[in-house]
């Protein structure tokens, strides 16, 4: 534990950034649910497996038959962690000007997109961009939005639409399988693929077990299945649902695209059977696999975040409902109704909750939805969110209760906070990198104009 006046200095060199606090500074930490899960005695087991020859591993041979059993697809490609799969599919099918619908944005999915130049197009329901819409499955696509843009732009400018399970941005929110395989119909008769990022998928599919008609009997392990199997490849950061501290892969079912991709994988990542991951992570990886999609363990997981959720909502504090699954979502905009967007409330109250208790979160709102690539404004998305997201079987109950303990003090004296002026801005992800300094209340003279970007600043 430290003092306040401890983590109002580190917060301050930290430039008000949560990223760029030091871990030993932070007492509960929610920044992530990334690479912070803690390992089971199996995956520990599985580590001291570890077989490091640099081709044809045993660990790449189990990891291959853990992702076809239990997630279908057949071709496979380890990468460091899920931007690395990205970044080589968006360079295999994407080209320049084609457009990538998808159910909102994920920061380096769409900045992957953008490199490759691609554009990308949300289609998710407008439920989703509402924090108080009750709507079971935020992450459902329009399909009248979707099908819209095939029909402006052409079915041959999309090479794919990206599906997300569960939609991070939206504070966690599933997609349902009903809409799945509409979605699934509508690209079928345009011959486009769907991709998944199944960063999350075990999440969805309890969710979708939980609300989904027809789905009641069936286990988490058989929906995820048939939710993979609705698509033609993945990319995974097997660091949220899967448990692991690094990794991630790419998945297709495409000879043409896995070709392709272990052509590539060489260049930026290693050999094609363990891409960026050594051997002892690729069996913790195969282990955690099995373990995410057990019934018992999703409905402990889901069920903690709930438990905090529900803490929230009795205390009055505004989050994004229905509850997510990995973590709980803060509106800012509704907390800090006195700073306007363009000062940062979400990054405001991050920085509020951390010097009142050391729990570090993250700002989700205009900081990490960054700029127009074509005007150079901010994006200014009308979700603006601070995310709790809890790491899956590390924390108990009781820290549950003292961070909503921490949640409701900083309520408590919420129009005493400021809002804040970005001083740094890196060119990409900016969220991870940014520093800001405080401002008194809101007023136009604070314009974004003057921030140093990326070259100028120090
Ligand atoms: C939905 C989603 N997609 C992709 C990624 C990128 O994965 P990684 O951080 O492993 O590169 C993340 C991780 O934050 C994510 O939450």
Request: aromatic share 8%.
């Given at each position: 534990?430290?003092?306040?006046?401890?983590?109002?200095?580190?917060?301050?060199?930290?430039?008000?950034?949560?990223?760029?606090?030091?871990?030993?500074?932070?007492?509960?930490?929610?920044?992530?649910?990334?690479?912070?899960?803690?390992?089971?005695?199996?995956?520990?087991?599985?580590?001291?497996?570890?077989?490091?020859?640099?081709?044809?591993?045993?660990?790449?041979?189990?990891?291959?038959?853990?992702?076809?059993?239990?997630?279908?697809?057949?071709?496979?490609?380890?990468?460091?962690?899920?931007?690395?799969?990205?970044?080589?599919?968006?360079?295999?099918?994407?080209?320049?000007?084609?457009?990538?619908?998808?159910?909102?944005?994920?920061?380096?999915?769409?900045?992957?997109?953008?490199?490759?130049?691609?554009?990308?197009?949300?289609?998710?329901?407008?439920?989703?961009?509402?924090?108080?819409?009750?709507?079971?499955?935020?992450?459902?696509?329009?399909?009248?939005?979707?099908?819209?843009?095939?029909?402006?732009?052409?079915?041959h400018k999309i090479p794919y639409v990206s599906i997300a399970t569960t939609v991070n941005m939206?504070?966690?929110?599933?997609?349902?399988?009903?809409?799945?395989?509409?979605?699934?119909k509508l690209t079928d008769k345009h011959g486009i693929k769907i991709i998944h990022d199944m960063?999350?998928?075990?999440?969805?599919?309890?969710?979708?077990?939980?609300?989904?008609?027809?789905?009641?009997?069936?286990?988490?392990?058989?929906?995820?299945?048939?939710?993979?199997?609705?698509?033609?490849?993945?990319?995974?950061?097997?660091?949220?649902?899967?448990?692991?501290?690094?990794?991630?892969?790419?998945?297709?079912?495409?000879?043409?695209?896995?070709d392709k991709a272990r052509n590539l994988v060489v260049v930026y990542e290693g050999l094609h059977?363990?891409?960026?991951?050594?051997?002892?992570?690729?069996?913790?990886?195969?282990?955690?696999?099995?373990?995410?999609?057990?019934?018992?363990?999703?409905?402990?997981?889901?069920?903690?975040?709930?438990?905090?959720?529900?803490?929230?909502?009795?205390?009055?504090?505004?989050?994004?409902?229905?509850?997510?699954?990995?973590?709980?979502?803060?509106?800012?905009?509704?907390?800090?109704?006195?700073?306007?967007?363009?000062?940062?409330?979400?990054?405001?109250?991050?920085?509020?909750?951390?010097?009142?208790?050391?729990?570090?979160?993250?700002?989700?709102?205009?900081?990490?939805?960054?700029?127009?690539?074509?005007?150079?404004?901010?994006?200014?998305?009308?979700?603006?969110?601070?995310?709790?997201?809890?790491?899956?079987?590390?924390?108990?109950?009781?820290?549950?209760?003292?961070?909503?303990?921490?949640?409701?003090?900083?309520?408590?004296?919420?129009?005493?906070?400021?809002?804040?002026?970005?001083?740094?801005?890196?060119?990409?992800?900016?969220?991870?990198?940014?520093?800001?300094?405080?401002?008194?209340?809101?007023?136009?003279?604070?314009?974004?104009?003057?921030?140093?970007?990326?070259?100028?600043?120090?």
């Amino acid at each position: 534990m430290t003092t306040e006046a401890h983590r109002r200095k580190a917060l301050e060199e930290a430039g008000y950034n949560t990223f760029l606090l030091r871990s030993e500074d932070v007492y509960i930490d929610l920044l992530t649910d990334s690479g912070t899960s803690a390992m089971s005695d199996r995956q520990w087991a599985g580590l001291m497996m570890g077989d490091e020859s640099y081709a044809g591993s045993r660990n790449y041979y189990h990891l291959k038959e853990s992702i076809q059993k239990h997630y279908s697809y057949k071709y496979i490609i380890p990468t460091h962690q899920g931007r690395g799969a990205e970044h080589i599919l968006s360079q295999i099918l994407i080209t320049e000007g084609d457009y990538l619908p998808g159910n909102m944005y994920f920061t380096t999915t769409k900045l992957h997109q953008e490199l490759a130049g691609g554009k990308f197009v949300d289609v998710i329901v407008d439920e989703a961009h509402d924090p108080e819409s009750l709507y079971k499955f935020k992450g459902d696509v329009n399909l009248n939005k979707l099908e819209a843009l095939i029909h402006k732009v052409g079915a041959h400018k999309i090479p794919y639409v990206s599906i997300a399970t569960t939609v991070n941005m939206a504070g966690g929110q599933p997609i349902s399988l009903g809409n799945l395989k509409a979605i699934r119909k509508l690209t079928d008769k345009h011959g486009i693929k769907i991709i998944h990022d199944m960063t999350r998928v075990a999440e969805n599919a309890y969710m979708i077990q939980q609300y989904e008609v027809g789905y009641e009997d069936k286990t988490v392990a058989q929906i995820v299945y048939e939710i993979c199997s609705l698509t033609d490849g993945a990319t995974m950061s097997a660091k949220k649902d899967a448990m692991v501290n690094i990794g991630g892969f790419l998945a297709t079912n495409d000879p043409d695209v896995y070709d392709k991709a272990r052509n590539l994988v060489v260049v930026y990542e290693g050999l094609h059977t363990y891409g960026g991951m050594a051997g002892r992570d690729m069996e913790a990886l195969a282990i955690g696999i099995k373990e995410s999609i057990q019934d018992d363990h999703i409905r402990a997981r889901v069920g903690q975040v709930f438990y905090l959720g529900e803490k929230l909502l009795e205390m009055g504090i505004p989050i994004v409902q229905p509850i997510g699954t990995h973590g709980v979502f803060i509106d800012a905009k509704k907390f800090l109704s006195h700073i306007s967007q363009e000062n940062f409330p979400a990054q405001s109250l991050a920085a509020e909750i951390y010097i009142d208790s050391g729990v570090r979160a993250m700002e989700r709102g205009v900081v990490s939805a960054g700029r127009n690539k074509e005007t150079g404004e901010h994006n200014y998305p009308k979700l603006e969110l601070v995310r709790l997201t809890i790491p899956r079987r590390v924390y108990t109950q009781a820290h549950m209760d003292v961070i909503a303990d921490s949640v409701q003090r900083v309520y408590k004296n919420r129009k005493s906070i400021q809002g804040m002026k970005m001083i740094y801005e890196p060119e990409y992800l900016r969220f991870f990198q940014a520093r800001f300094e405080k401002i008194k209340v809101t007023s136009d003279h604070y314009s974004n104009t003057d921030i140093p970007r990326y070259s100028e600043a120090q």
